[in-house]
């Protein structure tokens, strides 16, 4: 069987990602990682908004272990490499890192669960974990 690669997402830091000292500011790989997922989401064709206004099911970060290990300038070019790891009934486990070429600058442990609109667990409708399976493999 082959494996499915990681997905790849590019960015660049801005002045507006950094802190006084002109490193990323923390909080910000937070939202580094958040693209990188969307972006993901996105390339295996499913539409989330589609998935809300249709299902009424949205995903929600309900846990991060993160791991800050180099810092990022201002003007660099890095790469989101999200990597999934468990999908069960109603969550999507991710390794996910924000690298500096080959350099590994920050790396986490993301859980998405799916909910509904009012904020209740729900199993993931089978038609979406069938496009998340293959990339499990």
């Known amino acids: 069987m082959t494996e499915i690669p990681p ?12 802190d006084l000292a002109g490193i990323v500011y923390y ?5 580094f990682i958040e693209r990188g997922r969307s ?3 996105r390339d295996l064709g499913i539409d989330q908004a589609a998935l809300k206004a249709e299902k009424g099911l949205v995903f ?4 991060v272990e993160a791991d ?3 810092p990022a300038r201002f003007g660099e070019d890095l790469t989101v490499v999200t990597r999934p790891q468990q999908v069960s009934g109603a969550r999507i ?16 442990l993301v859980v998405l669960v799916c909910l509904t609109e009012d904020g209740h667990a729900a199993r993931l409708p089978p ?3 069938a496009r998340l399976a293959p990339a499990l493999h």
Do not use: C, I, M, S
Request: glycine share 2%; charged share 35%; aromatic share 14%.
């Open 27 to 31: 909080a910000n790989y937070l939202k």
């Open 127 to 129: 038609e979406l974990r």
């Open 93 to 108: 486990v991710l390794e996910q890192e924000v690298r500096r070429g080959a350099e590994r600058l920050f790396q986490a």
């Open 7 to 18: 997905h790849l997402h590019a960015l660049r830091v801005y002045y507006e990602d950094t």
């Open 60 to 63: 929600a970060v309900r846990r």
């Open 39 to 41: 972006e993901w989401v």
């Open 68 to 70: 800050y290990l180099r």
